[in-house]
């Protein structure tokens, strides 16, 4: 749950899409003074590097369920990207130096997963909207200078392209028989918490 206690309706709906509260109570509960969040954010960072390390040098299985859950909660923040500058771009950094070392183990971290290095690249991918996005009107970002050495690292290295308009998503195809249809590319990246429309004339009355 990634919002407080009690809330509802557009309050909810943001915290479900923009984790960045979440982040922030963890912090402030791992910090030993009200004023002074700089020890929390120092215990996140720890707390990732300490599971990267357990999980790649013991390969245990929770540490690296922890990796990937505080993944999953730093690169689904917006409001942080700004408000916790110093922080998301420590983190990038320190992303960077954990997948260089990914291949020190026999057939590379990733492989140890089950689901390999997809999780972390849509998570990368929604994360770049959502700096650009944010970072709109910001200029001199510390992460989106980590940022882009992290992107032009794996683009290097796995050929990830994390910019999605550089990829064409939308074109006619033709068939063997010479018929030719439109194409579009329809990559599900919606976060399991994310909001959903549904339309109630296609509910059975006995749903609703």
Not at 89 to 101: D, H, P, T
Not at 119 to 136: D, G, S, V
Not at 181 to 199: G, K, R, S, W
Request: hydrophobic share 40%.
């Amino acid at each position: 749950m990634t919002w407080r206690e009690g809330a509802i309706g557009r309050e909810r709906t943001e915290a479900a899409r923009d984790r960045s509260w979440a982040l922030g109570e963890i912090i402030q509960s791992v910090s030993s003074r009200p004023d002074d969040e700089s020890e929390g954010e120092t215990q996140v960072l720890g707390e990732l590097q300490f599971t990267f390390l357990m999980g790649l040098t013991l390969m245990n299985y929770s540490c690296l369920q922890q990796w990937k859950r505080l993944l999953r909660l730093i690169l689904t923040c917006r409001r942080a990207i700004v408000e916790r500058a110093s922080l998301m771009a420590e983190v990038l950094r320190l992303l960077l130096s954990q997948l260089k070392r990914c291949d020190d183990i026999e057939g590379g971290l990733f492989d140890q997963l089950g689901e390999g290095a997809e999780f972390l690249r849509k998570l990368l991918k929604a994360f770049r909207t959502a700096l650009y996005e944010t970072l709109e009107d910001v200029e001199g970002s510390p992460v989106q200078a980590e940022f882009e050495r992290l992107e032009s690292w794996v683009k290097n290295e796995y050929d990830w392209e994390l910019n999605r308009d550089a990829v064409l998503r939308k074109g006619t195809l033709q068939l063997e028989d010479g018929e030719e249809v439109e194409m579009e590319m329809i990559e599900d990246e919606e976060d399991d918490y994310a909001p959903v429309i549904v339309d109630l004339d296609t509910v059975p009355e006995a749903l609703r």
